[in-house]
């Protein structure tokens, strides 16, 4: 179980955004696999103060040192559905005792951009930070250009 805090200047916001989110396992490690649940919020200051939330499952695949997860969730605004559902993939391999690498991409069927990002984790027993690049596929090609440094802690509790 966790909490995230992700701060980063978005692609076409006025503001910086907040991401933030919890997440709590329910089976752990079955045969090298987990199932987690949890919800996820945006934020963008200088925007709306409608705040959209995404509650997802995730499946993990592998271990402490290399693992895959799979999620798929569905964004609501005020408790409605609100458009298509989105999926994710993110891998990460262990560095060090104390680093990770890390990848993620996200797709939304019909989106046309897709989002993602590539980094480094670093970890302790109950806090973990990440630094890296945000970017955006979009028509068939990666625009690393549109690259955007995030910073991302995380709480296990």
């Given amino acids: 179980s966790g909490g995230t805090l992700l701060l ?9 955004i907040i991401f933030f989110g919890a997440k709590g396992r329910i089976v752990d490690q079955l045969d090298g696999a987990s199932l ?11 925007e709306t103060s409608t705040v959209p939330m ?3 499952a995730v499946v993990t695949i592998g271990n402490a040192d290399a693992n895959v997860s799979f ?3 569905y964004p609501m605004i005020l408790g409605e559905a609100e458009g298509t559902p989105l999926f994710a993939f993110s891998g990460q391999t262990r560095l060090s005792t104390t680093v990770k690498f890390l990848i993620d991409a996200m797709w939304v069927p019909d989106g046309g951009v897709l989002p993602g990002l590539i980094g480094l984790r670093f970890f302790g ?3 973990s ?3 890296g690049l945000m970017f955006e596929f979009g028509e068939g090609e990666m625009m690393i250009g549109s690259g955007i440094p995030y910073v991302n802690l995380t709480i296990y509790f």
């Fill in 129 to 131: 930070g990440d630094i």
């Fill in 8 to 16: 980063f200047e978005s692609f076409e916001s006025t503001g910086p």
């Fill in 71 to 73: 999620l798929g969730g």
């Fill in 36 to 46: 987690a649940i949890g919800v996820s919020g945006v934020s963008a200051f200088g």
């Fill in 125 to 127: 027993p109950k806090i």
């Fill in 54 to 56: 995404l509650p997802y």
